[in-house]
């Protein structure tokens, strides 16, 4: 089950990138959110910089070694920062091809304590190499916000 849920979502997670003169470095996570290409990450990943890009994965079918010297990267801006809520929302500076499920990003109405939980990100793995990794888990509480939302 978990294989074919990571095959069905895997295009939703990029590789969000910071592109200096000499440099990439990967930062974290940007997760596709609409078929415009827009993504939502962490705020405080991407507050002050300015050269974002990122980099969607190689598709499943292929072996995906821990290294490469290449990545295809497509340059993303910032939309709008919320730093109280840590969330950014970024777009593509250049059309790319999508291939994002209808409901990637799920609906938390529908959430219960005690339902399982799929999360795919690029986690520093071995050697801080970013590797795109699933991991499961259990919802164990709602919490409602401030403003009202769950």
């Known amino acids: 089950m978990l294989e074919k849920l990571t095959q069905r979502y895997w295009n939703g997670c990029l590789m969000l990138l910071n592109m ?10 940007a997760f596709l959110v609409n078929d415009k290409g ?8 991407v507050a002050d910089l300015d050269t974002l890009a990122v980099s969607a994965p190689p598709p499943r079918t292929e072996f995906v070694p821990s290294y490469s010297e290449k990545v295809q990267a497509i340059p993303v801006k910032r939309l709008r920062i919320d730093k109280e809520s840590d969330l950014a929302l970024l777009a593509p500076q250049q059309p790319f091809e999508i291939q994002l499920p209808p409901d990637f990003l799920g609906n938390s109405e529908e959430l219960e304590p005690g339902t399982e939980a799929l999360y795919l990100g690029y986690a520093f793995g071995h050697m801080n190499l970013p590797i795109l990794s699933v991991r499961r888990g259990i919802i164990s509480a709602k919490v409602t916000s401030r403003n009202g939302t769950e």
């Open 20 to 29: 200096g003169e000499d440099t990439v470095n990967c930062l974290g996570t």
């Open 38 to 45: 827009w993504m939502l990450t962490a705020a405080h990943l």
